[in-house]
């Protein structure tokens, strides 16, 4: 069976998470109008910089990781041509891909909404992902479905949704981070050391979550939450 040539176009945060992520199971290739800072990544990282030219012909599956206002340019631009191009991925999620489709008119171009639920540190770190996408045909998703296995799982529903969730999530999260730094500040002095609990504990935890209820240490955090007793610090009933 053939590898699957996966072209990039746009190598921001997103872009370089997914080539990342993708280069352990397919041939990536990469293109960014930052030509210098592109062939630099490309390089350093074990994969291909192509022109965008190049990259159409290369590719099985073009994944669009550039800004919004740019999409319908792209994807005009490619419907003109005769590529090699099976599937091309649109992951911006301000933009509704049945929308584009109706404008457009496209002839030749498959254009497939594909949402991520999340943030491109998320990706690259390995926590898996939800893709988003209204797109119903199921071969093309068990297809999609194969090459992103390593990264997380497709799912169907409101693709323009997965903006407002991203946006709250993230809102929530900075708020989050912010008051737990200002929280334990009496607790730690060395900004290390509340980055690590940030990071390392709060953060593991929420990866966690929900916790294994066989895991002693949350489970009792949790059981005192529950009868809203106040913890003093270090009394947690049983250690890690």
Request: aromatic fraction near 6%.
């Amino acid at each position: 069976m053939s590898t699957t040539r996966v072209g990039i176009l746009g190598s921001g945060r997103l872009g370089k998470a997914l080539a990342l992520r993708l280069r352990e199971t397919c041939e990536v290739a990469i293109y960014d109008v930052n030509v210098k800072l592109s062939k630099q990544f490309a390089k350093q990282n074990g994969m291909s910089f192509l022109y965008e030219d190049e990259l159409y012909s290369f590719c099985h599956l073009l994944i669009l990781c550039i800004p919004a206002s740019e999409t319908e340019k792209v994807v005009l631009r490619l419907d003109a041509r005769d590529t090699g191009v099976s599937m091309v991925l649109n992951t911006a999620t301000s933009l509704s891909t049945p929308e584009v489709i109706r404008t457009l008119g496209l002839r030749r171009t498959k254009l497939i909404g594909f949402k991520p639920i999340g943030q491109f540190a998320a990706i690259q770190r390995g926590v898996s992902v939800v893709f988003v996408t209204e797109h119903s045909d199921s071969a093309d998703l068990n297809y999609l479905s194969s090459v992103f296995s390593n990264i997380g799982v497709i799912r169907r529903g409101d693709e323009m949704a997965v903006q407002a969730l991203n946006r709250e999530a993230t809102r929530l999260a900075l708020r989050f981070g912010s008051t737990f730094l200002e929280s334990i500040d009496s607790l730690a002095a060395d900004p290390e050391w509340r980055l690590s609990a940030l990071r390392a504990c709060a953060g593991g935890t929420i990866l966690d979550y929900p916790p294994d209820p066989g895991n002693s240490y949350t489970s009792a955090l949790l059981e005192e939450m529950d009868n809203n007793i106040a913890v003093p610090v270090g009394a947690a009933k049983e250690d890690r």
